[in-house]
């Protein structure tokens, strides 16, 4: 297998005829510059065996690398805009998985409206390792940042919490004593997470700071705390669930115990945020829960009706 | 070891305290527009065992990465700006070597005048992995591009050619009829190219295409050719040498085929580009050689001496 010839054949396609990307011929693309918006960059990178599954195939990887990148930008209110990829290549990966791995990735660049501008493809004696450097647009100064936050604002978090984490138990055979229907729902949630790039204009308009939750939300709501210089408190009672995650907690033997481990599970690709008291309506509407409060302080201290709730663990570092 | 425990003791520093970078504590960086100027994009990976040597020092793989994007700028007559990097480390990997891959990186950032403004470290299974992606200036529309060289225009390549190949067989033990200081000459221009960023201003006003010299200047020279839809003439007997290479080529029994090898080994980071006649006077002063001509048609022809030359080997492709 040559480079060119996979960069030709693979990847020239997915710059859906971008001028910038020069057909994926050049050195380099070139990003004229946009007046009045600033370039929110984020990267990540996944190996086969740390960050997916043996089940998963090379086109999951290729779709959940990108939504996950798109999860930082949904969590910044940027608008997306560009990949870089860079790939390496098994040895004994056939051409076939090859191409899986690029209609996958074609297939998420269309449907998130993302053009491939450039990248890189090596072999490797190792595992399939993929990183992707993503960037969207945001207007001028208007990026919702970590470092934001201040004590009297709230903290919120979109969607529900905690799917990611028994997702991946699912995956690996796990929680056989909830209904089939519901381990379908996590396992998918897990394996191919929703950025929330419907919350943009909301988090614009509402949001002092915001991070998306991947380490897991406390240890992301924490990230913000560090950032920002403040301290945060998480009432678990009030964390948003899913009918699946509610049935699997009906069958926990320390409620609290257990609302601690979904607050603490990763991968759940939401946005968690923190804004000004009066924004909560906004925030309701558009589909935020209401978990706490900005303090003066540091940490995170989770609370489960009124008495102090042990962090059971922290978020996945992957590393 | 935790990702967050590298990022804030290895890599924050780096960023050189550039607001952009949100001092690594966010999701993403977040770039100003810079109006009148593109911003050019560049992303390579390297992989233990495939792009580098056993012997090559941690700090030795993070300076060649970093250096061999910023060849790429140089051959688009780019102003280095910032770096965003992903890097798995192996599971063996000790503190120790993890900080002289940051130390290397951040002596070079330094030298060069580059930012660090994000990234992703995680763990593998496999070989140390790493990725940048690599930005910089230009003022807009003045990339010069692979695909705007035309026929009638002259080639032409800067500093001398083969070192780079020459150099990886010193380093694998080979050569070992060369003088001492030539084997070290050759094989530190392997281990440590230098990007010839110093070309930016003559790039800019004489080229009318140009790309780097990574995977050989036949190869290279073929990539502007297949770009801009025209065929090229490289003349052998006029390819920079360096003393090394000169004593090199004294012992090979058929001075064509051992010119032809020279100009098809990769890793030199010089730069091959075409320019019209008028620009023959400026490229020389700039240190260019002219070695061929753009024509009509398509490919890569060689000729040492007015006969054809074979071209023995493509250039190295890492695939």
Redesign the interface.
């Known amino acids: 297998?040559?480079?060119?010839d996979?960069i030709a054949r693979l990847f020239r396609p997915l710059a859906f005829g971008a001028p910038e990307a020069?057909?994926l011929?050049?050195?380099?693309?070139?990003?004229?510059?946009?007046?009045?918006?600033?370039?929110?960059?984020?990267?990540?990178?996944?190996?086969e065996?740390?960050?997916f599954l043996p089940g998963d195939t090379p086109a999951d990887v290729a779709r959940k690398l990108l939504r996950v990148n798109l999860s930082?930008?949904a969590?910044?209110a940027?608008e997306p805009y560009a990949v870089?990829?860079?790939?390496?290549?098994p040895a004994a990966i056939g051409a076939g998985a090859r191409e899986t791995f690029a209609a996958g990735l074609a297939e998420d660049l269309r449907a998130f409206g993302v053009v491939l501008?450039?990248?890189?493809?090596?072999?490797?004696?190792?595992?399939l390792?993929a990183?992707l450097?993503t960037l969207?647009w945001?207007e001028?100064g208007r990026?919702v940042?970590?470092?934001t936050a201040r004590p009297g604002h709230r903290l919120f978090v979109s969607g529900t919490i905690g799917d990611g984490g028994l997702g991946l138990l699912a995956a690996q055979g796990g929680l056989l004593d909830l209904a089939a229907a519901d381990r379908l729902r996590l396992v998918k949630r897990y394996r191919l997470p929703t950025p929330r790039l419907d919350l943009r204009a909301t988090l614009l308009a509402q949001a002092s700071a915001s991070?998306?939750v991947s380490d897991g939300l406390l240890a992301d709501a924490g990230?913000i705390g560090?950032?920002s210089g403040v301290g945060l408190e998480v009432a678990l009672e009030r964390l948003p669930l899913s009918p699946a995650a509610l049935a699997w907690l009906a069958a926990q033997p320390d409620e609290a115990a257990a609302r601690a481990w979904l607050a603490a599970a990763g991968d759940d690709y939401e946005v968690v945020c923190t804004a000004r008291p009066e924004s909560a309506a906004a925030l309701a509407e558009a589909g935020f829960t209401d978990i706490g409060q900005v303090v003066e302080g540091e940490g995170v201290e989770a609370s489960f009706q009124g008495r102090p709730a042990a962090i059971a663990k922290p978020g996945w570092?992957?590393?």
Chains 1, 2 share one sequence.
């Open positions: 297998m040559s480079e060119f996979d020069l057909n011929q050049d050195d380099a693309a070139v990003i004229p510059s946009r007046p009045g918006y600033d370039l929110v960059v984020t990267k990540d990178a996944v190996v065996g740390v960050h930082d930008l969590a910044k940027a870089f990829l860079a790939v390496a290549w501008l450039g990248g890189d493809t090596v072999s490797t004696p190792g595992p390792t990183s450097t969207g945001v001028t990026m940042r970590r470092s991070a998306d990230h560090e950032a570092t992957h590393s």
